[in-house]
């Protein structure tokens, strides 16, 4: 079972369109960093540090789906609570469903890959498959 | 049928991330940005002037889905093509590709509707019916 | 005497560039934000209260001026420790510094003026006198 | 003399705020893209190609004065005129005047250092003297 890790958010008036309501994309950005939170919290060194060791350069997005119920605004204290929904052999997936107190904003379903730079081609990324140990790290004892 | 309509965006530094390409909220950006470009270009006036005549305040999202096949770099210059692939009877989809020459890097596919602000509410929003004669200028003769 | 607020930031991956470190005008945001959590922790209300009872959409900048230290890189925690350095008839002026730890990575000092929309020109904006009641509520008794 | 080179910028509806105009620290980064583009049309190669043929990261920010004079809003088309207004041993300043149609809606001055990773250090960045061949291809003949 994965764990579940929550990563807060203080929407900023920049954060908002002229609407007065979150830029969707500032959405994006706030689970893409959840995303690396989950990792971090779950004990995974953080990618400066993973590219050294292992080559690991990140876990760039495949596919995402989301969808969004109410809006919020500025000042509001926002939760990502993100979990891992799938493992696979090269691909992993996590959600996302981001809280204003109890009611549900959005929810975002992200399938990503750990890649590494091929040999010699610091431009291109290269899909490897999920490191065990890895997983380990993000699944309840 | 649909209009297409193109949207060009060339990738800034700043863009992108420490793995060196486009850090992925930006092409949510931009297929935000390729939506209203879409409208503009068909025609209908920008939402200042909307919110004005008609009380719509713009767009937003309810539910997105991308996918990703290639990443892209600062120095790219990318083409998003836009069209609606679909019309209800409060909401639509818009199709947008991504693309760097000829390589597609992304589609997505976003689902919104024309809001406006319930009378009173101006931190509040509220989907309408698909205006017929917006619905019309989007369309090819 | 000023009042002195603290707003915290931890750095996302995603505030970063190709070269690791955080892209500059994030720290802009950042100081933009501490200023506005600066009004607020000392009790002024949020712009889209004001806005209805004052007609004050907001404190945009008019010049800013910031230095740049050491850089920062995501997963550090930063300190923005925010003061209003001077009030003068029509503008103010606030100073930012940013710290990780007890180290300076920048400060910058932002002039910027209360503004309301002319009556019946939504897209434009005016300086108006700073409110003597919000300065109040700025200094320590 | 500097040469001088425009970037041209059409503002999106996600680069403006609440207030409905443009949020900004989107004009820094107008600047900064305007500043690399400013080394890219003098002839210079791309930071990827620089850090792996001469070790060069980039051109990072020492300090940045700016004044704000009219607000933008989306849809507007704006021109940034880039030239380098002093050179000196390790730094140099650039000027960046932002323009809609023949109205300056804000000017900028930046001053950066081109820099390397220290040996063995990719998380640090150290300030080099400018390369006098980059000087020279920034400079009318």
Redo the contacts between chains.
Sequence with gaps: MSKTVVYEVEV???D??????V????F??WM??SS?NFF?QCGVP???ELI?TRGI??T?????????FH?A???DRLRVRTHVSEWRAKVFTQQHVIYRDDRVLCEGSETRAF?VHPPGE??R?QAIPVPADIRALCCDA
């Design positions: 900023m008036f920049g908002c369109d002229p609407a007065g309501i830029f969707y994309p500032n994006s950005k893409d960093a690396l971090r953080p990618w400066r050294r350069v990140g760039p997005l495949l596919e995402v789906r989301s969808r969004f809006p605004s500025y000042g890649v610091p431009d990324i």
